[in-house]
């Protein structure tokens, strides 16, 4: 039997499309000869993840992600594919992790326990740790703040190490040091005196102990010559004043005899105040004396007469 041309080109097709989608699946990881579990897991966000990622139990590949699906609150859910047949509790977490430093994440199944396993289409717990950089990034924040530090230290240090500030700091110590040796002097000065002055200081002391011990003994006795004291100065201050208030009862009074002869007309003063005749007089004197001298200065020649010889006098006009 011969096989014509277009059959034998219509098998090779079908082997190049079989051998195509088999190296398609191949390379996305599908196989097409083994039984898969389908899981799912829903995650806020999905940084790094994509479809074709792995899916790892401490390091060693069980499947893949296959679908990564919006979901209408804004999660993903992410669709795993198992190859195989694992027990896998379903107390299981998948967690979401970087797998290097440029950001790729791979689903990491934290096994959980118990034999309650997962089947074909449950959905296990998710969470989703943070990648390196974020982790970096607080350790990253504090390196800086400990490396501002560190150049503020390192200012304060090259200003110490500063030859100027160094002689100063010299200076300071040298100063210091007269000042502890004249306070050593001081002392030692203290200490001789005190030493040769102890007699004296003791007998002193003693005295002193002495006085404060008669005080005490004759504290009763001071106590009474304080009390006569302040009685003596409360009779003085008592008899002065009323002395003071005598004075001048009696100085009112010799006022008030002085203002009742005034008023009965009595003395010069109350003729004065009660008597008109003296003030008619003293009017009429006043007057007279005012005519006068109206009457001098209109005719000055009537009282007096001045000779070109001087032998003339004056007269009054009769």
């Known amino acids: 039997m011969k096989i014509t041309n277009e059959t034998k080109v219509g098998i090779l097709a079908a082997f190049s499309i079989a051998a195509l989608i088999i190296g398609y699946n191949f390379l996305k990881g599908n196989s097409l000869f083994s039984s898969e579990t389908l899981l799912y897991a829903k995650y806020t966000h999905v940084d790094g993840l ?44 998948a967690r979401l992790e970087s ?22 289409g449950d959905t296990l717990n998710s969470n989703v740790e943070k990648n390196l950089m974020e982790t970096v990034q607080p ?7 400990i490396i501002g530090k560190m150049d503020s230290i390192l200012t304060s240090v090259n200003s110490i190490l500063n030859p100027d500030f160094q002689k100063n700091v010299n200076k300071s110590f040298n100063s210091i040091a007269g000042t ?8 030692k000065k203290v200490d001789g005196l005190v030493g040769t002055e102890s007699k ?49 009862n009696k100085a009112v009074a010799d006022l008030q005899g002085i203002v009742s002869k005034v008023n009965d007309g009595k003395g010069t003063l109350g003729l004065l105040v009660n008597d008109t005749k003296m003030y008619d007089n003293l009017n009429n004197a006043s007057k007279n004396l005012d005519e006068l001298i109206i009457d001098l200065k209109a005719n000055p020649k009537r009282y007096v007469h001045f000779s070109v ?3 003339g006098g004056s007269k009054k006009d009769k």
């Open 50 to 93: 994509a479809i074709s990622k792995p899916v790892l139990i401490n390091g060693f590949q069980i499947g893949r992600v296959d679908k990564l699906v919006l979901q209408p609150d804004g999660t993903i859910l992410a669709t795993l594919k198992i190859k195989g047949k694992y027990d896998i509790p379903k107390s299981t977490i």
């Open 99 to 120: 797998t290097d430093l440029l950001g790729s994440k791979a689903i990491v199944m934290a096994l959980g326990t118990g034999k309650d396993f997962a089947q074909d």
């Open 139 to 145: 350790v990253q924040k504090k390196a800086e703040l």
């Open 180 to 187: 502890l040796a004249s306070l050593e002097g001081t002392s």
């Open 200 to 248: 004296r200081i003791a007998a002193i002391l003693a005295n002193a102990e002495s006085i404060s011990g008669n005080l005490k003994n004759n504290n009763e006795k001071i106590n009474a010559i304080l009390s006569n004291i302040n009685k003596i100065t409360d009779q003085v201050a008592a008899a002065n004043f009323k002395q003071t208030i005598d004075n001048a």
């Open 309 to 311: 010889f001087g032998g």
